[in-house]
């Protein structure tokens, strides 16, 4: 090889090695100029940013106070607003035979105006020590309540509901049936004496 030629070459293969990464070569190893990189002066806070792109949702609203609705007055072919009453020491069976007369109502065609669960009672039985006085707690038994409110049942289909009702009731749950007042609508909440006191000094 032409020692010149050689010379030449190494010259050129030199400054490949010295070229940096992103230069581009012509057909013999020569450098040629390429484009700076833009992105390396640009601002990089906003990368990774999307709920700029959701829709706005529209502020959630206070829930209303619960209301009582109005009741059904009865006439001479339909009852008015009727509650249904379950309650039993067992939660699973109460459940059960509350979400079974719901069903049969609906089956039925019996309309159903509401479904909802009581406060749960507490009852503390107590017992007496053979010599003594004393009392103590031998069990605390919790009361479950379930109604199921029905308007405009019809006079000539209400005994054959309570004939299959009576029927399916399951042992140890109480079945019972009544109209609808304004005291079953405050049986729902519990009562807050705390609560109302201060109401009322800030009454006066």
Request: glycine share 6%; charged share 20%; aromatic share 6%.
């Amino acid at each position: 090889m032409n020692p010149v030629l050689r010379k030449q070459v190494l010259s050129q293969a030199l400054l490949l090695c010295r070229a940096p990464a992103c230069s581009q070569l012509t057909a013999w190893g020569g450098v040629a100029q390429t484009q700076e990189r833009r992105y390396r002066g640009s601002r990089t806070e906003g990368i990774g940013r999307w709920r700029h792109l959701l829709s706005r949702e529209a502020p959630k609203k206070k829930k209303d106070k619960h209301q009582m609705q109005s009741i059904t007055a009865p006439t001479s072919v339909a009852y008015g607003t009727l509650n249904v009453n379950v309650s039993g020491y067992d939660m699973t069976v109460v459940e059960h035979y509350a979400q079974y007369i719901h069903n049969l109502c609906n089956r039925l065609g019996i309309s159903v105006a509401e479904s909802y669960a009581l406060p749960t009672q507490s009852t503390e039985v107590m017992l007496m020590q053979e010599s003594g006085t004393k009392m103590y707690v031998d069990s605390l038994l919790k009361t479950h309540k379930r109604v199921i409110q029905l308007s405009s049942l019809k006079a000539t289909l209400c005994p054959v509901l309570m004939d299959v009702l009576v029927k399916n009731q399951p042992e140890g749950v109480n079945l019972s049936v009544k109209e609808h007042t304004e005291a079953d609508f405050l049986a729902r909440f519990k009562a807050r004496p705390e609560l109302e006191g201060l109401v009322a000094q800030i009454g006066q």
